[in-house]
């Protein structure tokens, strides 16, 4: 089991940056794809990036490509996502999460396991 707590969240105007941070613990960190995730009220849970356990493969949902990175240190045990050109749509709670098999890079969220508590990320117009 990978115990994950994010940070980073808070609000931000439109155009604007946060960078956010899991920091996970518990099985073998460096064994498992790692992905951000958020949800919106009303709104079901959506991948947002995905990231091999290597670091060497990443998945970005269209609505964010080219804006979101998603980022990983194995040796410190943490994943983080850099969001720049933040858009009011982008307003959720988001979620890092691990890969509930090893060396498996699944981007559905049925793929993932061991939810973080989540941070709010609120974008104003």
């Known amino acids: 089991q990978v115990q994950s707590v994010e940070s980073g969240g808070g609000l931000v105007q439109a155009g604007g940056s946060l960078r956010l941070s899991c920091a996970a613990s518990?099985?073998?960190?460096?064994?498992?794809?790692m992905g951000w995730f958020r949800q919106a009220p009303g709104k079901q849970r959506e991948i947002v990036a995905g990231?091999?356990?290597?670091?060497?493969?990443?998945y970005y949902a269209d609505s964010v490509r080219g804006r979101f990175t998603i980022s990983r240190d194995n040796a410190k045990n943490t994943v983080a996502l850099q969001m720049n050109s933040l858009k009011p749509e982008d307003t959720a709670v988001y979620y890092c999460?691990?890969?509930?098999?090893?060396?498996?890079?699944?981007?559905?969220?049925?793929?993932?396991?061991?939810w973080g508590q989540g941070t709010q990320v609120t974008v104003s117009s």
């Open positions: 999460a691990a890969g509930r098999l090893p060396y498996r890079f699944d981007k559905s969220p049925e793929a993932f396991t061991d």
């Open positions: 990231i091999s356990w290597s670091g060497d493969t990443t």
């Open positions: 518990g099985r073998t960190f460096r064994n498992y794809a």
